[in-house]
Each structure stands twice: as C-alpha cells, then as structure tokens.
C-alpha cells in the first residue's frame, strides 16, 4: 500500500565556495610556482606562451549524501593582453586527475618553485612530473572538457560557466569521495592563438577570486513507524524524484526484495509507504531507499 500525502519542506539549497587552492602553469616560467600570485593566468600571452590555471574548491555548506543538482563557475577577468589587440577565447574547464598543492610563490609571472610545487613542467617541481609539460589532455586532465564559458573571453568583466551534468557529475564525485577532489584545469579553447591570455582573480583577492555556485538536495531521510500492525516508512520527496523502497530479512548478499516503485511525481511532497507484515513476524526487516 503507498500513499502520497500533502506538501512539506524538501530540504534543498544553494552554496557559494571561494577556491581552498589555485595556481597557474606559465610556460613563460616553466619552472616557476605562482601559487600566492592575487591573479591566475589562462591563454596565450602575445609572446605566444600558454598558461592554464588549476582551481580546487572546498564543498563546504553541503551535508554528505546530498545529490548535486547544478554547478556554476564565476569567474572575473582583470586583465588581457597590452601589447596588441586581445583575441577572445572561450574557456574550457576539464577535472584534474592526480593530486596537487597550491604552492607559496606570490610572483604575478612565476617565482622558483620550492620542492613539490606545480609549475608548467612538473605536477611537483622535484618530486612528480605531468606527462607533458602544462599537463596532457586525456591523462593529467579529463579528454573531455566538462564546461564552457557562456560567451568569449573578450575584456574585463564577469564571465560564468554555466552547469553541466559533467560539472555536476565532478562535484557529486568530490562530495561523495573528497580525496578526490582535484579540481579543475581552466584552458583558453584557442591557446594556440597569441594574445588569448587573461588575468583572472585569484583567491588570494576574495573581491575578484572565482566562486562555484552548487546547487543541492539534501538525501531523504528514511523515518520508521508502526500503525496498526504495519510498518511505516515516511520520507520526503522533491518534485520529478522517483524512489525504489526495497528490504532484506536478514543483511547479507541475497539480492534485495522490492517492496514498491514510486514514479515521479510533479509536486514537491511526502511519501509513505506502508509495509503489511506477515502473521508470523520475521525477527527483523531491514529497509533501504533508492534512488534509480
């Protein structure tokens, strides 16, 4: 028996993270650390030399077990090319495999790197290598570019990546695994092209550092109850959600049976499902709730 009551508050919201760390590979510097520098550099200078910038973000202010809905990044522009006309650019986020830290250099073109710190040609300057220097596409970084910038990188100003399931799958991803969270490599798309470098806030400048919006679900929780000789199980549901209960007598590795389906549904509400026991009562039932 299932039942699907009124309406009651779904647990949802939205955060907004500053960088826990970022840095920038400079070809200019290919042995030079920019970890403390107040800007992050992504394209080709008008020299012709190309930067990529790594970003980590914490995921504070998001409970574990939450599902990820949306995820946003803000960038600001500060600074393009001087020396002749900037090229626009669209900018490409794609995940960082492997482990990095920030570094202590605060040098806006990259000071000598200290034992660990990334430059442009090593993941830690004497201890890890890319596997190319800037790091490859498709094994330093994913192959995929996980997200784009609305519209070119043209001059200063405000410019957002919107969200993408890619974006969304990184940071459910990072919340669910936190030692995985490496973060994202921020690419001008035609860094091949001079005077496609911008100066993008770092977080060491909180006014112009970037920010990820994420937007959240908080899990359901599963409630139990008796009601005249059945057990109840209550939990809230958001709108467009569909949930599978299932149960077990005994925990083990016998597949789980399922108790019921429940479609989705077009308003935000309360589920309960009512489990009508057997004369003989098993010693204990055990419940669980999917989300398919």
């Known amino acids: 028996m299932v039942v699907v009551t009124g309406l009651a508050p779904i647990h949802a919201g939205t955060v907004t993270n500053l960088p826990s760390a970022d840095t920038t590979l400079f070809q200019y510097s290919p042995d030079g650390n920019m970890g403390r520098a107040t800007t992050l550099v992504v394209g080709s200078t008008a020299n012709g030399a190309p930067a990529r910038a790594l970003v980590r973000f914490p995921l504070a202010g998001i409970p ?12 600001e522009v500060q600074r393009a090319p001087q020396m002749r006309r900037p090229e ?30 990334p430059t442009w040609n090593s993941r830690g300057h004497g201890s890890a290598t890319w596997a190319e220097p800037g790091g490859r596409i498709g094994v330093d970084v994913s192959a995929e570019v996980h997200g784009t910038s609305s519209r070119s990188l043209v001059g200063v100003g405000s410019y957002t990546v919107p969200t993408t399931p ?9 919340l669910d695994d936190p030692a995985s969270n490496h973060g994202w490599m921020l690419m001008a798309r035609l860094e091949d092209y001079t005077a496609t470098a911008r100066r ?19 899990a359901p929780m599963l409630s ?13 549901r958001p709108a467009g959600s569909r949930h599978r209960i299932e ?46």
């Open 64 to 75: 574990r077990g939450a599902r990820i809905i949306s995820a946003e990044l803000r960038i």
């Open 88 to 117: 626009p650019s669209f900018l490409d986020v794609r995940r960082v495999e492997f482990p990095w830290v920030e570094g202590e250099s605060s040098d806006n073109l990259g000071g000598p790197a200290n034992l660990g710190e």
């Open 166 to 174: 890619d974006l969304v799958h990184d940071v459910q991803g990072w």
């Open 200 to 218: 993008i806030g770092a977080r060491e400048d909180p006014v112009a550092a970037p920010r990820l919006v994420i937007g959240f679900i908080e």
């Open 224 to 236: 139990l109850g008796l009601e005249s000789g059945a057990t109840v199980l209550r939990f809230r």
């Open 247 to 292: 149960y077990q007598d005994a925990l083990g590795s016998a597949p789980w049976t399922i108790l019921t389906n429940l479609p989705a549904q077009t308003v935000d509400g309360e589920a309960l499902v009512s489990d009508e026991r057997f004369e003989v009562l098993p010693a204990a039932r055990f419940y669980r709730l999917v989300i398919p």
